[in-house]
């Protein structure tokens, strides 16, 4: 199933991602939304859960901001119209939510980020805004009406009494109302204003990408934990200056050699990169199990026929090394070394959350590679599937 309507992923990564917006309808057809109204409302209670209430008005000030966790009679309290409930990482709580990451793995894993679920009762807004991010918004529920603008950074005008970025001169040039199954993608810095038509509910399915500032503080953090850099400036033989005051080019040249020499090493750019698309973003998501795993029960659990999948808040990633042939690879921020014949199990673990079984139970015939996979069941990056969470029936 392709989610991308009659345009394809070539037609889509070529003239749409990250340049200009594109509506698709009937994206998902005959969509059930993977959550209800009064489910969304129990995890904005709970504690683990990043929740947020957004209104457009509050005590005569424009588009306020609460942050959850919230009291069930406080939600139930609300007006009936112009507020949000937003519920982030909803992939991470719900199986069935974590299941709409596979349609998009046209995009890279490290990319994905997490669904974010939005509902409102009639007029519910967050205000016209641009995010920093590629994201697909998936109707579920009711229609919303969207309207989009142009492209706007941080020097845009923002609407003043609000802990929001609200822009302050949203002009519309496009408008369209979703209905379910429909969905908008926008890409980084394009303006938009989703207003609820009913009550209704929108998946975000964000992705994720770092700073160019991210990246040069993630990699120097990361490089400065080699031993070859637990050492001090020398200057053994200072030449005498014509000011005391003057910082030399030959001083200069000396602090690029030093950050040049630190980042020659490619595997060390792609460790901590891998490392960091891959941390979990929320804690207590992927955690070990309550009872380990030994590579004998593995193989046995596998061999019976019981699936393995990825936790809900996991991310897999791989990275090529073409000095030696190897690969890394990186799950929910740690690094493991793959060799010869063994590389080829990152292409069954990274493919997607279900793992394709025929092809891993081969793999675990080989002592290190089942100690590998049973090493990522115990942090809690794999799980076994039983019947009914994979939606099977049990035999009469």
């Known amino acids: 199933m392709s989610v991308l309507g009659e345009t394809s992923i070539e037609t889509f990564l070529c ?3 990250q340049k200009k917006p594109l509506i698709i309808r009937n994206a998902f ?5 993977p959550v209800s109204v009064d489910e969304l409302a129990g995890l904005a209670c709970e504690e683990a ?3 947020r209430l957004v209104f457009e008005q509050e005590n005569s000030k424009p588009w306020q901001l609460h942050n959850g966790p919230f009291q069930e009679s406080y939600l139930q309290s609300l ?3 112009d507020w949000t409930l937003l ?3 909803l992939d991470h709580w719900v199986p069935e939510a974590a299941e709409y990451l596979e349609y998009f793995r046209f995009v890279p894993n490290w990319r994905l980020d997490d669904i974010m679920a939005s509902f409102a009762p009639v007029g519910g807004s967050v205000g016209p805004h641009f995010d920093r991010y590629d994201v697909f918004l998936l109707q579920t529920i009711g229609q919303r009406r969207w309207k989009i603008g142009g492209v706007h950074d941080d020097s845009s005008p923002r609407v003043e009494g609000s802990s929001l970025h609200i822009l302050a001169d949203f002009e519309t040039q496009e408008e369209a109302v979703l209905n379910p199954g429909d969905m908008l993608y926008l890409p980084p810095g394009v303006a938009h204003w989703g207003i609820a038509e009913n009550d209704c509910m929108t998946l975000s399915i964000g992705f994720r990408t770092p700073s160019h500032a991210d990246v040069v503080t993630g990699v120097a953090d990361f490089v400065a934990d080699s031993p070859e850099l637990d050492r ?3 200057d053994p033989e200072p030449a005498i200056q014509d000011n005391p005051g003057r910082i030399t080019e030959r001083q200069i040249n000396e602090l690029r050699s030093i950050l040049e020499n630190a980042l020659k090493d490619p595997d060390a ?3 901590w990169f891998g490392q960091a698309m891959t941390e979990p973003k929320h804690a207590g998501i992927v955690e070990p199990p309550d009872d380990p795993l030994d590579t004998e029960t593995l193989q046995t659990l596998v061999s019976d026929g019981t699936p393995l999948v990825w936790n809900e808040g996991s991310r897999f990633s791989f990275h090529d090394l073409p000095e030696d042939g ?8 740690q690094r493991f070394r793959l060799t010869g014949k063994a590389t080829a199990i990152a292409d069954v673990l990274c493919a997607g959350r279900h793992p394709d079984m025929n092809a891993l139970t081969s793999y675990l015939q080989e002592t290190a590679l089942a100690e590998l996979v049973v090493s990522l069941v115990n942090q809690g990056s794999l799980y076994p599937e039983d019947e009914d969470e994979s939606g099977e029936d049990d035999e009469a």
Do not use: C, K, M, N
């Open 15 to 17: 003239d749409y991602w």
């Open 269 to 271: 750019i792609a460790s």
């Open 232 to 234: 001090q400036l020398e």
């Open 29 to 33: 057809p005959g969509i059930e939304s």
């Open 79 to 81: 007006p009936d119209r």
């Open 326 to 333: 190897g690969r890394l690879l990186f799950v929910d921020g």
């Open 87 to 89: 519920v982030q990482g």
């Open 49 to 51: 859960v990043e929740s």
